[in-house]
């Protein structure tokens, strides 16, 4: 699987989640604190082309999934285990 990039805060319990499925199955990922790098939800939003009203937002390689939610259910299509 391509990268997964996960934009989020630290203080958000779904963006651990997302990098603790990355971490249980074995995927390469790259964390992104929004508060550390400075990035908005507007700056996502214009990154992706939609409104973002929530983290984390995650990508595969340049598909953006969604969020924690959207990651666990892509991970089921492409069958890696979502435990």
């Known amino acids: 699987m391509e990268q997964v990039t996960i ?12 990098r603790q499925l990355c971490e249980i199955n074995d995927l390469p990922y790259r964390y ?3 508060v550390e790098e400075g990035i908005s939800k507007e700056d996502l939003s214009k990154t992706i082309g939609k409104p973002v009203h929530t ?5 595969v390689g340049q598909q953006h999934v969604g969020g ?4 666990s259910e892509y991970l089921e299509r492409v069958g890696t285990t979502a435990s």
């Open 32 to 34: 992104v604190d929004m």
């Open 68 to 71: 924690f939610d959207n990651f």
């Open 55 to 59: 983290v984390p937002q995650i990508f």
């Open 7 to 18: 934009f989020g805060r630290a203080s958000c319990g779904f963006c651990t989640r997302a």
